[in-house]
Every structure is written in structure tokens, then in C-alpha cells.
């Protein structure tokens, strides 16, 4: 590959910089930056000392990357998007250390967002322009909105795959999941459902827990266990669940009592968009381990040993 070209109006003063990397008219490159090979640097941005871009990355003109600033390969930045490191910012004074932001590889940040001190943007995310992100991006997710909130699941770039919004009873989904019928009478006083252990759900449950009254920008979930299954159950309102195998994601809307997911072991769960009225029945084949819990998402790849 070609050095980097550094447009002669750039006040680059970083020797670290990648094959091929392109840095445009006016823009200052502090010298302990770190910049990787293949980028688009555009013209307006400045880059402190203690910053990381990765391979592949594009950031678009007017973007400030301050200290603790960590971009991974082909994300891109869009204009004008601001990072903040210094939550309780004062002329002159300056914290022992400042917020590590984070943007996973692959994830995109629409023009003009604005990100608060320490977020961290999953792999593969996509932040909307104009949106304020005040917490972390869950992988592959559509944030929009101040705050921004998750409105859908992007698809991963490579390899495809689909998102299903509903699955039928019986469908095999990814990772082993599956739709289970639970048998219900229903007559003139009403429903009633019954899950019944080795019967109508696939193990005996040794936990189970309840989620309402979740505000509908909230997420749950985003982990995967080592060995526990689970089977979740809306058993009124309405949530999407977002089921992941580290290489594909199918999204599966709960809003009817009748329909249980099954969720086997090594798979990683996103729940989101919950109605005011829904309760979540979880229905745990293991008592509570936090060892037992998966919850970087990298982490996660790796478990699965999907290879980068």
C-alpha cells in the first residue's frame, strides 16, 4: 500500500499513522495520536494525543476527537459530531483522567450526535443524526432521538442474515431457539395458560422472575449465559426480543401469551420496545451465577468462536 498523504495545508505532527490514510486541508493531528492504515481524516478535525483509530475509519469534517477517544476499525464518524470526555467540565481544571469513549468496529455515527463522556457504541450500531447518547449502544442496534433510545436492530454487514419480526410456533430460529405453544383454555370466565415443567417447556425451571413496568426507551437483557436456558413468555402487553448467534440476529415480537421463545444456552438476548402494560414471565433452567453470565459482546464472539 502507498505511505499516508498528508495534505500540505494539515498540521499533522503524528508519525503514527497507517498506509494509505488520507488527512485532509486544516486538519491538527496531535503527535502521540495513533491513526490506522486505509482511513479518511477530512478536512476541520483535530485529533488530541491520547486517541486510537483503527483501520478503514472515516471521519468527516468539523469532528473533534479529544483524550480517551478509541475508534475501531471501519466505523465511520459522520460531520460534526461531537465526543465529550469530562462530564463535570471547569475553565483550568482538568480530572486525573479522562473518559474512555469507546466505537466499536463497524459502527456508524450519524452527523451532528452529540456523545457523552464514557459511552460505549456496540459493533455494528448505528447512532441517527442529531441524536444525544447519555448510555452505551447495544451491537447492532438503530439509536435515535435525545436521549437516544432503540428504535430497531440493523443487520450485520457481513455475513448476511435476516431479521424476522415474528416467528411461528415450531420454526427453528438461529442458535437452536424456537417458538413453544403453550396450551390454553379459553371460555367465558376468561383465559388461562399453562406452562407445565417437561411438559410444555423443554426443562424444569429452577428460577423464575417477572419484568413490567419497563419504560418503552428501555433495554433489557444484552447477555448471553454459558449454560442457563430460558424460556420468555409475554403474558400481556407487548416486547421485542432480539436473538443473536454472533454471526446472525432474528428479531421476535412476544405479545401473545400463547407463544414462548426458548432461548438455549450461548445465545445473546436483547429485549426492547416493552408496551406499558407488558409482563415478562423468564422461566430460568439455573438459579442466579453472575459467572454464568456473558456480557461483553466481544466476549461473546469469542464463545462462540466466531472468528473476526
Known amino acids: 500500500?502507498?505511505?499516508?498523504?498528508?495534505?500540505?495545508?494539515?498540521?499533522?505532527?503524528?508519525?503514527?499513522?497507517?498506509?494509505?490514510?488520507?488527512?485532509?486541508?486544516?486538519?491538527?493531528?496531535?503527535?502521540?495520536?495513533?491513526?490506522?492504515s486505509e482511513c479518511n481524516i477530512c478536512s476541520h478535525c483535530f485529533i488530541e494525543n491520547d486517541v486510537v483509530i483503527g483501520n478503514r475509519v472515516t471521519v468527516k469534517s468539523g469532528v473533534q476527537l479529544w483524550d480517551g477517544v478509541r475508534i475501531e476499525d471501519d466505523a465511520f464518524i459522520g460531520p460534526n459530531v461531537t465526543f465529550?470526555?469530562?462530564?463535570?467540565?471547569?475553565?483550568?481544571?482538568?480530572?486525573?483522567?479522562?473518559?474512555?469513549?469507546?466505537?466499536?468496529?463497524?459502527?456508524?455515527?450519524?452527523?451532528?450526535?452529540?456523545?457523552?463522556?464514557?459511552?460505549?457504541?456496540?459493533?455494528?450500531?448505528?447512532?441517527?443524526?442529531?441524536?444525544?447518547?447519555?448510555?452505551?449502544?447495544?451491537?447492532?442496534?438503530?439509536?435515535?432521538?435525545?436521549?437516544a433510545a432503540v428504535r430497531r436492530y440493523a443487520q450485520i454487514p457481513s455475513p448476511p442474515h435476516s431479521i424476522h419480526e415474528s416467528a411461528s410456533s415450531g420454526n427453528e430460529l438461529i442458535g437452536g431457539c424456537r417458538m413453544l405453544e403453550l396450551p390454553t383454555i379459553n371460555d367465558m370466565r376468561g383465559k388461562l395458560t399453562i406452562a407445565q415443567w417437561n411438559e410444555h417447556l423443554p426443562y424444569s425451571p429452577e428460577r423464575t422472575f417477572f419484568v413490567h413496568r419497563i419504560p418503552s426507551e428501555k433495554i433489557r437483557g444484552e447477555h448471553a449465559h454459558r449454560e442457563c436456558q430460558q424460556v420468555l413468555v409475554a403474558i400481556s402487553g407487548k416486547?421485542?426480543?432480539?436473538?443473536?448467534?454472533?454471526?446472525?440476529?432474528?428479531?421476535?415480537?412476544?405479545?401473545?401469551?400463547?407463544?414462548?421463545?426458548?432461548?438455549?444456552?450461548?445465545?445473546?438476548?436483547?429485549q426492547y420496545g416493552y408496551t406499558p402494560d407488558c409482563v415478562l414471565v423468564v422461566f430460568a433452567s439455573h438459579n442466579y451465577d453472575e459467572s454464568d453470565y456473558i456480557r461483553d459482546y466481544d466476549d461473546f464472539r469469542r464463545f462462540r468462536g466466531v472468528r473476526e
Not at 8 to 36: H, N, Y
Not at 115 to 141: F, R
Not at 243 to 264: F, M, V, W, Y
Open 1 to 36: 500500500m502507498p505511505p499516508p498523504s498528508i495534505h500540505p495545508l494539515a498540521d499533522c505532527q503524528s508519525t503514527q499513522i497507517g498506509e494509505d490514510t488520507r488527512v485532509w486541508q486544516f486538519s491538527v493531528v496531535l503527535p502521540e495520536a495513533t491513526i490506522g
Open 84 to 147: 465529550t470526555n469530562d462530564r463535570f467540565p471547569r475553565s483550568r481544571q482538568y480530572p486525573e483522567s479522562f473518559a474512555s469513549t469507546i466505537v466499536k468496529r463497524g459502527a456508524s455515527i450519524g452527523g451532528g450526535a452529540t456523545l457523552l463522556p464514557g459511552v460505549t457504541i456496540g459493533q455494528d450500531a448505528m447512532v441517527g443524526a442529531g441524536s444525544v447518547v447519555t448510555s452505551d449502544v447495544p451491537p447492532g442496534s438503530v439509536v435515535v432521538g435525545n436521549p
Open 239 to 270: 416486547v421485542e426480543v432480539v436473538i443473536d448467534d454472533g454471526e446472525q440476529r432474528q428479531q421476535i415480537t412476544l405479545n401473545d401469551s400463547r407463544k414462548a421463545l426458548h432461548i438455549p444456552a450461548g445465545i445473546w438476548a436483547t
